[in-house]
C-alpha cells in the first residue's frame, strides 16, 4: 500500500536530543513543500549535502544557529562535520555526520543498509558539541505493491545500538515517483534516523 501523506517525527530515547524535535518536523515539511514547488523532482534523491542543507534551513527558521561542513576536531587532528546546530533557548549543540542510506521496501517487509552505522562511527571521531549524532537520510524505495511504514519505523526501532530520533516524510504528491531509468522502482518518502554517538557536555 502506498497510504497517504505521512510527515511526523518521533523522539525515541534520548531527552539530549529532544530539542531537536521541532526542528525535524519543519525539515519534513520543507520536502513537502519543495515537492508541491518542484514539478517532477524530490529532494531524497539527491546526496545527503541536498538533505542536510534543509536541516539547517529548518534550524534557523525554529530559532536556532547552524552552520553547514564546518572546521572540527577529529581524534586530535583537524577535519570537518556535516552540521553544527546551537539551540539558542538553553544553549545546547550538536554536531551531526550524515549519511545517505537506502531502505528497500515491500508490502510486508523491508531491508535498512548500515548507513547509520557508517555515520555513527564517523560522529565518534567528532570532539565538538554537546552531543555528537551519526544521522541516516534513509530514501525508501518499492515496487507497485507499496511499502508499510509501521513495519520499516519498527525495524529502525529494533536496531542495535538504538535509534534515538525519527522523521520521515512521505509527500503526498510523491507517492509513485520514479526515475525515468527505473519506472517501476518507486521512491515515496524519505526516513531520518539519528543516533546520538558521543556526549561531550560541558559543566
Not at 149 to 169: E, S
Not at 191 to 199: C, D, M, N, S
Amino acid at each position: 500500500m502506498f497510504g497517504t501523506e505521512v510527515v511526523c517525527p518521533v523522539t525515541v530515547k534520548n531527552n539530549e536530543i529532544g530539542w531537536l524535535e521541532p526542528i525535524m518536523l519543519q525539515w519534513a515539511v520543507y520536502i513537502k513543500e519543495y515537492c508541491r514547488a518542484i514539478e517532477g523532482d524530490v529532494p531524497y534523491d539527491y546526496t545527503e549535502r541536498a538533505l542536510v542543507g534543509i536541516l539547517s534551513a529548518a534550524a534557523w527558521v525554529k530559532g536556532h544557529a547552524s552552520i553547514e561542513e564546518y572546521q572540527v576536531m577529529k581524534e586530535g587532528n583537524v577535519g570537518r562535520a556535516d552540521l553544527f546546530i546551537m539551540s539558542i533557548g538553553n544553549m545546547s549543540s550538536v554536531s551531526v555526520e550524515a549519511k545517505k542510506g537506502r531502505i528497500q521496501a515491500w508490502k510486508d517487509g523491508c531491508s535498512i543498509d548500515e548507513s547509520l552505522d557508517r555515520a555513527n562511527e564517523d560522529a565518534q571521531k567528532v570532539d565538538d558539541g554537546d552531543v555528537s549524532v551519526g544521522a541516516a537520510f534513509y530514501l525508501v524505495s518499492c515496487d507497485k505493491d507499496g511499502y508499510d511504514l509501521k513495519i520499516i519505523l519498527a525495524k529502525l526501532k529494533a536496531m542495535t545500538p538504538g535509534v534515538h530520533l525519527l522523521a520521515w516524510c512521505f509527500p503526498k504528491e510523491r507517492r509513485r515517483f520514479s526515475r525515468e531509468e527505473t519506472p517501476d522502482d518507486f521512491l515515496p518518502g524519505v526516513v531520518l534516523a539519528v543516533r546520538v554517538a558521543k556526549q561531550l557536555k560541558r559543566s
